[in-house]
C-alpha cells in the first residue's frame, strides 16, 4: 500500500471500500442476505459465522503491522480518499484556474544537498531570495508540489509571537531560506509576505538582512516602507536617508518628508529640516512632538542643547513609531514611558533596551518584549540588577512566602504597590540576596511560576539561571526540585536536570522515610517526568518504567497534563503503551474539577497541514505546522492540533523544533 492511499484511508477513518479493495485490504461486509430454503442449521451457520469472524480479526492484525502513521491522534478534520493528490489551494484560498504545463526541469525536485545550482535561478527570482547560507537553509525546493496561492495564504498566517529558540530558529529559517518558485507559478508577494512577517515579529536585523538582498531598481513602494522602517530602528540613518531621498522624489508621503527633515536635521540643515517640517504642517501631518524633537536636534548638532527637556509636548504621542523612536535617539531625549509600552514589535525590542530611558520604565517594555521573545533572558537580568529597592520593599516580599496572596501587595508602604515586572524584580533581587539555598529557590519558584502564567518562561528561565549554579540537588531541597528541573531543561543543561530528576525519584522511591518529602518528590516527578522524556526521547535510560510510573500517578492527581503528554510523546516518538491510555481514559471518565479550555484551532489551517505532512510538501508543513500553533503558543494550543504540528514536524526531520513546542507546552502546571 502506498503512503498515500493509506494515509488517506487512515484520514477518512477506514471508510473508503473502493481505495482499501483496490490496495489488498478488507471489503465492506454484505447485507445479510434471507436464508434459502436448504440453507444449514442454525449452529453450522453459527460456526461459519464465527471462522468469518477469525478471518477478519486476522486481516485487521496484519494491517495493523503495515506501515502507517505512529499516532493515529495525529489525525484531525475529515480528509476525502483524494485530497492527497488533489492541488491543496481549494480550502485556504479557493480552487485555482488551470496552469500552464511546465517542463520536466521545472517540476523536478532539486537535490537538497546541492544548492541552488545555475540552472534553476530564473526559479528564484525576486520573491525567493534569502540571507542563509547552506549550512542553515532550508533545501532550496521547500515549496516543491505547493500551490502558489496555498504558500501565500500560510506565509501570512504565520506567528508574530516566538517564546520558544527552537520554534523561532525554523520560522527564520523558513522566511529567509533561498527558495525556488513552485513549478505552478511564483508565491504572489512572497518577499513582501516574508518581510511583513518579520517586521510584525520584530526582527529587525533579520529584515535589514533580507532587504539588503533586494536590488535597488527591485523596492517596491511597499518594500520600502518595510526597510525603512528597519534601518530608522536599526541605526543604519545613512542608508535611511538615501531611500528616503530617492522616495520623495516619486511621492510626497508625509513618513519620507519626516525622515528628510530627520536627515537634514542631523546634517545641521536648518532650512531645509524647516521646509519639510512646513509641507508636513500643510498636510496637517507633523504633530507637536515631532518638530519639537527636530529643533532639539538642531540645537545639539548646533552645540546650543542645554540638556533639558523643557518645552518638550511628550504628553501628546501615543505611540513610539519609528521615525519617532531614531528621533528621540537622535535629539537625546527618552521617549515617555506610556507611549513606549504600546510602541511596535520593530520597537519595543529596542526601546527595552535603551540607556536613555529610567530602569522601571524599560522593565515594563521589557515585560511586553519578553512575551514575544524580543529580549534575552541575560539582558532580563540585567535589567532586574538595575531596580533600586528599598530596605522596606524588600522587606515586604517576605511575606510572601508564608503567604503568596501577597505578591499582590509588595512594596514600600509610602508608595503604590509594584505590579508587573517590578514585582518580578523584587523577587529576584531577594533571590540574588539569599544566603541559603531554601530561601533563594523559594522566591525563585514564585518568580518562575510567575513567568509561566505571564508568558515569559523560557526567558525567564534563562535569566534565573545564573541563580542554580551552586545549587546543588539534596532532599531537603527536594520540593524545589521541579524548579530546578525545567531551568536546567530550558537552558540545555542536561546533566545536573538528570540529578535533580534521580534525586527526586530517589527521595520518592525510597523505602520509609520523611512522607512529605516524599509527596514532594512525586509532585516533582510529575513535573519533570514528561519533559525529560521529550528532551531525551527513546534514549532516556529506563524510558519505559518512567513513562508507566507517570502514567500511574498522573491519572490520579494531573489527568489533563497526562493526556496532553501522551498525545505529544506519541506524536514524538510512538512509544506510549496501550496501558497508559487505558488510565488516561479512565481519568477522564470521571475528572474532578472543569478541564483546561484551549482555543478552537484552525481547521483549514489543520487541514492543510495533514495534507502537506502526507504529501511531503516541506515548506508548506513547516508553515502550517507553526501557523496552527499561532501567536498563542504552544502552552495554549489543543493537545490534538498540537500533536499534529509535533508530529508533521518530527516527521519532516525537523525533531529539536517537534520537541521544544512538545516541551514549552508541558513547562506549565496548566498541563
Not at 484520514?11 to 473508503?16: E, F, I, P, Q
Not at 545564573?466 to 525545567?486: K, N, Q
Not at 512525586?522 to 513535573?527: I, K, Q, V
Not at 525537523?654 to 508541558?666: G, I, K, N
Request: with cysteine.
Amino acid at each position: 500500500m502506498t503512503r498515500s492511499a493509506l494515509l488517506a484511508c487512515l484520514l477518512c477513518g477506514l471508510a473508503a471500500p473502493a481505495v482499501l479493495a483496490q490496495q489488498g485490504g478488507e471489503s465492506e461486509p454484505e447485507p445479510p442476505q434471507a436464508p434459502a430454503e436448504d440453507a444449514s442449521s442454525d449452529r453450522e451457520r453459527d460456526q461459519d459465522r464465527d471462522a468469518k469472524d477469525r478471518d477478519r480479526a486476522d486481516d485487521r492484525a496484519d494491517d495493523r503491522g503495515s506501515a502507517r502513521p505512529r499516532s493515529l491522534l495525529r489525525l484531525g478534520p475529515f480528509l476525502d480518499p483524494d485530497a492527497l493528490d488533489r492541488p491543496s489551494a481549494e480550502t485556504l484560498v479557493g480552487a485555482q484556474g488551470p496552469k500552464d504545463a511546465a517542463t520536466d526541469a521545472e517540476t523536478a525536485p532539486l537535490d537538497p544537498g546541492a544548492g541552488v545550482e545555475e540552472g534553476a535561478l530564473d526559479r528564484l527570482g525576486l520573491e525567493g531570495i534569502g540571507t542563509l547560507g547552506p549550512d542553515e537553509a532550508l533545501a532550496p525546493d521547500l515549496w516543491h508540489g505547493s500551490d502558489p496561492e496555498v504558500a501565500a495564504a500560510l506565509l501570512a498566517a504565520l506567528p508574530h509571537r516566538l517564546r520558544s529558540q527552537g520554534v523561532r530558529q525554523l520560522w527564520r529559517q523558513l522566511l529567509l531560506s533561498p527558495a525556488l518558485s513552485p513549478a505552478a507559478g511564483r508565491i504572489p508577494d512572497a518577499l513582501r509576505l516574508r518581510l511583513e512577517t518579520l517586521t510584525a515579529a520584530g526582527r529587525v536585523d533579520d529584515v535589514l538582512a533580507l532587504s539588503d538582498a533586494i536590488p535597488s531598481g527591485a523596492m517596491t513602494a511597499d518594500l520600502a516602507h518595510l526597510r525603512a522602517d528597519a534601518l530608522l530602528v536599526g541605526g543604519r540613518l545613512d542608508d535611511g536617508c538615501a531611500l528616503a531621498r530617492g522616495a520623495a522624489r516619486e511621492t510626497g508621503e508625509a513618513r519620507w518628508l519626516k525622515m528628510l527633515a530627520l536627515c537634514e536635521a542631523l546634517a545641521g540643515n536648518r532650512s531645509a529640516a524647516y521646509l519639510q517640517i512646513s509641507l508636513l504642517e500643510e498636510s496637517g501631518e507633523a504633530g507637536r512632538l515631532f518638530p519639537a524633537l527636530i529643533d532639539r536636534l538642531l540645537a545639539r548638532v548646533e552645540g546650543l542643547d542645554t540638556g533639558v527637556d523643557t518645552g518638550l509636548p511628550l504628553a501628546t504621542v501615543e505611540r513610539v513609531d519609528p521615525i519617532l523612536y531614531a528621533a528621540f535617539l537622535a535629539a537625546d531625549v527618552a521617549p515617555p514611558a506610556a507611549a513606549a509600552r504600546t510602541a511596535p514589535p520593530l520597537v519595543l525590542g529596542e526601546l527595552a533596551v535603551n540607556a536613555l530611558m529610567a530602569p522601571p520604565a524599560r522593565l515594563a517594555v521589557a515585560e511586553q518584549a519578553a512575551r514575544m521573545g524580543l529580549i534575552g533572558g541575560g539582558r532580563l537580568a540585567a535589567l532586574f540588577d538595575a531596580m533600586a529597592f528599598t530596605d522596606a520593599d524588600l522587606g515586604t516580599a517576605d511575606a510572601v512566602l508564608d503567604d503568596p496572596a501577597a505578591i499582590n501587595g509588595l512594596g514600600s508602604p509610602e508608595n503604590p504597590p509594584l505590579d508587573g515586572m517590578m514585582i518580578d524584580a523584587l523577587l529576584f533581587a531577594k533571590a540574588r540576596r539569599a544566603q541559603d539555598p531554601s530561601t533563594r529557590l523559594a522566591f525563585l519558584d514564585l518568580l518562575f511560576e510567575r513567568a509561566i502564567t505571564r508568558g515569559y518562561a523560557q526567558v525567564m528561565a534563562v535569566a534565573v539561571a545564573p541563580l542554580l549554579d551552586t545549587v546543588m540537588p539534596g532532599a531537603d531541597l527536594i520540593g524545589h526540585a521541579g524548579l530546578v528541573g525545567r531551568v536546567h531543561l530550558v537552558t540545555g543543561r542536561m546533566d545536573a536536570a538528570r540529578r535533580w530528576y534521580a534525586e527526586a525519584e530517589a527521595v520518592a522511591t525510597a523505602p520509609g522515610g520523611d512522607e512529605t518529602r516524599r509527596a514532594a518528590a512525586r509532585r516533582a516527578l510529575r513535573t519533570l517526568t514528561p519533559l525529560m522524556l521529550i528532551a531525551e526521547g527513546p534514549a532516556m535510560a529506563g524510558y519505559d518504567a518512567a513513562l508507566a510510573r507517570w502514567a500511574e500517578d498522573s491519572a490520579e492527581h494531573a489527568p489533563d497534563r497526562l493526556q496532553a503528554g501522551l498525545v505529544l510523546l506519541d506524536a514524538l516518538d510512538g512509544r506510549v503503551p496501550a496501558a497508559a491510555w487505558g488510565r488516561a481514559l479512565q481519568a477522564a471518565a470521571g475528572p474532578d474539577g472543569e478541564a483546561p479550555a484551549y482555543p478552537a484551532p484552525d481547521p483549514a489551517v489543520w487541514r492543510q497541514l495533514l495534507i502537506a505532512a502526507g504529501t511531503d510538501r516541506l515548506g508548506e508543513t513547516v508553515a502550517a505546522a507553526l501557523a496552527l500553533v499561532g501567536d498563542a503558543g504552544a502552552a495554549q494550543t489543543d493537545p490534538a492540533a498540537l500533536s499534529a504540528a509535533v508530529g508533521a514536524l518530527a516527521d519532516a526531520g525537523f525533531q529539536a523544533p517537534a520537541r521544544r513546542l512538545a516541551f514549552e507546552a508541558l513547562i506549565a502546571g496548566a498541563r
